[in-house]
């Protein structure tokens, strides 16, 4: 108990709000401050992905011009996902589909799957041990179709500026299930100019197409916002541990991004310096975002039999 403050609030904490007017109107949000400079927003009813990241009153992510989007907006064909893509710090991708849209063993799938439109249908925190704790539940289960629930935990520190996202899939299903799922995290300005550092110890960088090939050489250099600019993905695979960052000199602040790459196997760094269109996505995931069908071809399709649980862990810790 600190004699000082009447409330925890004063210093730090949770508080749930509710938006109005828009796309995104009722959509519930829980702005979360770690009294120490650390600032999210997870949204519960976006499978509690996190739409905001500041760091001592700093925007680090990318918010895409859509904005906030209730899950009944959601277009659920081909590439209709990117009418619906808030971005964000977090937008999951899966969990039955990431990437490309596709068609797999007769299976129409979407672009990046349908979770991250899913409300959770229970969230809920608490404060334990130096830590605040955000817990929720989110199912993509029907009828006749394939059943899985993603319980995603968040543990945001009380003493430094990081948090952790653990995520458990389950096969709530009588099938064996494939599953995929990837991090999109989204870097955005002022932390992400021409200026950031980028830096990404990997063993290898491969570039997606073409068009990514012709540039490799600066896969780490940002460029200021072009028009007309097509996105360019690398892929890159780490011996050890996986980690990514991103630094802003003239801020004197960034982030890191941590994580276990023989559980998360497929490193995606997207490119996109557009106008508006200005994002460095930084995504760890379980597969690349080529289709779960190339997945499948190429034998990093991930399974789930029924009752079988998956845990997945991802660690962002703020720089400066």
């Known amino acids: 108990m600190n004699p000082y403050i009447g409330h925890d609030s004063q210093c730090y904490g ?15 949000l829980l702005e979360i401050s770690n009294g120490k400079g650390l600032e999210l927003t997870v949204s519960p009813d976006r499978a509690a992905d996190i739409s905001r ?36 710090f977090l937008t999951t991708c899966g969990l039955r589909a ?32 130096g830590e605040l704790v955000v817990r929720a539940v989110v199912k993509d289960e029907g009828i006749f179709a394939p059943k899985l629930r993603l319980d995603r935990e968040f543990r945001i520190s009380l003493e430094e500026n990081e948090f952790t996202i653990q995520d458990t899939i389950e096969n709530t299903g ?9 991090y999109h995290m989204n870097m955005g300005y002022p932390l992400l100019d021409e200026d950031s550092q980028v830096k990404i ?31 360019r993905c690398y892929y890159h695979q780490f011996d050890g541990e996986g980690k990514a960052s991103i630094y802003q000199p003239k801020l004197k602040q960034g982030l890191e991004i941590l994580f276990d790459p023989k559980e998360l196997d497929g490193f995606v760094e997207w490119k996109m310096m557009g106008v508006r269109d200005y994002v460095l996505g930084l995504e760890c995931g379980n597969c690349l975002p080529d289709g779960r069908d190339v997945m499948r071809q190429t ?10 649980k998956k845990t997945y862990r991802v ?3 703020m720089l400066g």
């Not at 949770?14 to 519930?28: C, F, P, S, T, V």
């Not at 969230?123 to 334990?128: C, D, G, P, S, T």
Request: proline share 7%; with cysteine; net charge negative.
């Open 315 to 317: 660690r962002v810790r």
């Open 201 to 231: 110890p990997s063993v290898r960088v491969t570039p997606r197409d073409e068009h990514a090939a012709e540039d490799i050489g600066n896969w780490m250099h940002m460029v200021k916002p072009e028009a007309g600019y097509v996105e």
């Open 98 to 129: 990431v990437g490309s849209p596709c068609v797999d063993e007769g299976e129409e799938l979407p672009l990046h799957g349908s979770i991250a439109n899913t409300p959770a249908e229970q969230v809920y925190w608490y404060e334990e041990a």
């Open 299 to 308: 034998g990093m399709l991930k399974f789930l039999e029924p009752g079988e």
């Open 14 to 28: 949770i508080e749930e709000h509710r938006l109005a007017g828009g796309k995104g109107d009722g959509m519930r």
């Open 53 to 88: 990241l500041r760091f001592r009153g700093i925007n680090m992510s990318y918010f895409s011009p859509c904005g906030y989007v209730s899950p009944a907006f959601y277009e659920s064909k081909d590439s209709g996902w990117l009418k619906s893509f808030t971005a964000g």
């Open 174 to 182: 009588d099938g064996t299930q494939p599953i995929e799922i990837l």
